[in-house]
């Protein structure tokens, strides 16, 4: 894996690693149609980092955050070539009632803090300034439970990288240099049938997830199935372990019965994240796998790119896009789009109004 970030400091990420906090607010929205609401997200772009300092500001030590994302057809709609080399339309994993399904997005807004009522405000204003230009088609305001307690009961987020790790499993580099700062994201929304977990033994729930569910302790590679969620989300690429970087949150309505877990997972590729999602529905090999999904339903899933920063704010200068073809969707993985010199032209001030 490459792992070479690009140089200086020209393409500091978003706050995609950033210090655990105790609320998030997932919101996912589709983009209306026309071109005037196009315009509308642009000019938005511009303006989000403003609005995270301003309602931040009235909590210091509040933590608060987002990370904006964008879907493959969103790109091509919003911004058009160069496009980022990873990004595709999200891959259904699965059959049968274990599917990783694929349901309509074009925006993903992730926000964290301390506090709920930040995140709350955040939300508000970011959405305000969209108005009728985004329609929300899935929000989960999650909590964070217990000594950082799944809502299987399980501790998450032990294994996630940290510091420099974490930048080098997220952000990515000389790789897609145009893009260098930027990182993809899956999120899937999960439902539990709490009652069929809660009756399994809690030795049967430490092989399903391979680790003690009151100390948080690994099992023993002599007692730990192949199929535990541990072992099928372990990836090693020629000797080395490719982690990617989670802040799963618990969310849901006791008096609906209702019990989730929004998942989140960043990474400099999508790579890394499919081949988990393809282990645990189909299973390492076919067949052998993750036994948390007889518990667990995803009834969400997208695949999102997050510019860098820098980035971000400048695509409120890019105009509407020449018509583009969208994506294939049977065969996603559209190639980067590239100039004569085989260079992505981002970052330069073509496509841009008056610097053609
Ligand atoms: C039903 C939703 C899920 C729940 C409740 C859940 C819960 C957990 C728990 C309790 C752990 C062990 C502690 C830790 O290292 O964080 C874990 C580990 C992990 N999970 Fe999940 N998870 C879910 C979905 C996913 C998905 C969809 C992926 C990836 C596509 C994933 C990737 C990972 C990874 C990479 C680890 C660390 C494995 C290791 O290095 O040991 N999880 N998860």
Redesign the pocket.
Known sequence: MNNNLASGTSSPPQAVSVPITRSAIFIVATLAPDTDSHQTVRDWCADVAALVRAVGKRVPGGGLSCVCGFSSTAWDTLFGAPRPAGLHPFREFGSGDRVAVATPGDLLLHIRADRMDLCFELATQLLGRLGTAVTTVDEVHGFRNFDMR???G???????PEGDEAVAFTVIGDEDAEFAGGSYV?V?K?L?DMDGWNALPVEAQERI???TKLS?I?LDDSIKPTSS??SL??LDENGTEV??L?D?MPFGRPGSREFG?Y?I?YARSPQP?EQ??EN?FVGRPPGNYDR?LDF?RAVTGGLFFVPSQALFEALAERGQPAATSAPDSANPASPSVQNDDGSLNIGSLKGIPGHE
Do not use: A, C, P
């Not at 399980?154 to 996630?160: I, P, S």
């Open positions: 799944s809502m299987v399980f501790v998450d987020g032990t294994e996630n899956i899937q999960y539990h997830i391979g680790r948080d690994e969620h541990s989300t372990t982690k990617i989670r799963n877990t998942f997972g994240i988990m999602m645990m948390l667990s």
